[in-house]
């Protein structure tokens, strides 16, 4: 191996170490999409001290555990495969539920008619509930990553966008525009509702 390696040039070791570097930059440029924007495993945070937000529990996820018992484990692994952060998650489901038993079984619905944990509407809850009852948890936990997933896919790197979707409804002007041209939270809030902005900014703040 040694006399192998003494038989390299300098001009060999130049065009190697060239070669590696531009592999590098090729594989880095496929993490990119088309508007340029880079993939990242980094929780994205969106600090709004303009609006009162929600005041999560310090004790988050173990009140999540009990609210979703044997099913706690199944959820995870599902938010693992499609990529979702579990504090973004159970923060979401929170804000929505507050993991209160008379919501989660629906003795309560929203005046808007949105039922149980993850507050589904009837008309998405076909769509994504599988067959299932909306007043079960273990039936919305299963059902709540499949509408994140496609939220995230249809915004991809924009967890912002997908929880305003979520709240708002995805089909929204303001949002597809601002997945379009990149526009970041701080530019395009003002043309989200009240209740939304504040949504996305509880979900998503330190």
Known sequence: MNKLLKSITKEEWIIGGAVAILVYVIFSNK???????KSSSARMVVDDTSLTR?????????????????NYDRFIQDLNEIGLDKEIAMRQLYAESSYSPSVI???????????GIAQFMPSTWTAYGGGGNICNVGDSLKAYPRLMKDLMKQFPNRIDLALAGYNWGSNRSVLKNAYTNNTPYEEYKSGLPTETKKYVASILRP
């Open 31 to 37: 993490k990119s999409d088309k508007k340029g924007r």
């Open 54 to 70: 929600v005041n999560f529990p310090s004790d988050l996820e173990e009140r999540f555990k009990q609210v979703s018992g044997s």
């Open 105 to 115: 079984n629906c003795s309560i619905s929203s005046s808007a008619g949105a039922r």
